[in-house]
């Protein structure tokens, strides 16, 4: 005979582990979200510094080459 009790126990616990994993897959939508908007974030501002580098060295060598045409 199946006893009441820990019929009821058993059926708690479920319900417990069904709660806990159901807040366990909203904490992991959360934190992939925000993994990818900062990687995304990360990502641009990286793309922008690659670009103000370019720029830099570009204005660099046009500086380097200016000098050299005025010392010879």
Known sequence: ????????EL???????ERSIATLKVNTIKNESRTQNDIKKRTK??????VELNSIKLEHKKLSTEIAKKQK
Not at 11 to 17: A, F, K, N, S, V
Not at 45 to 50: A, D, I, P, V
Request: hydrophobic share 30%; charged share 45%.
């Open 1 to 8: 005979k199946k006893d009441p009790e820990a019929l009821e």
């Open 11 to 17: 059926d708690r616990q479920l319900r417990y582990m």
């Open 45 to 50: 501002e990286n793309t922008q510094l690659l």
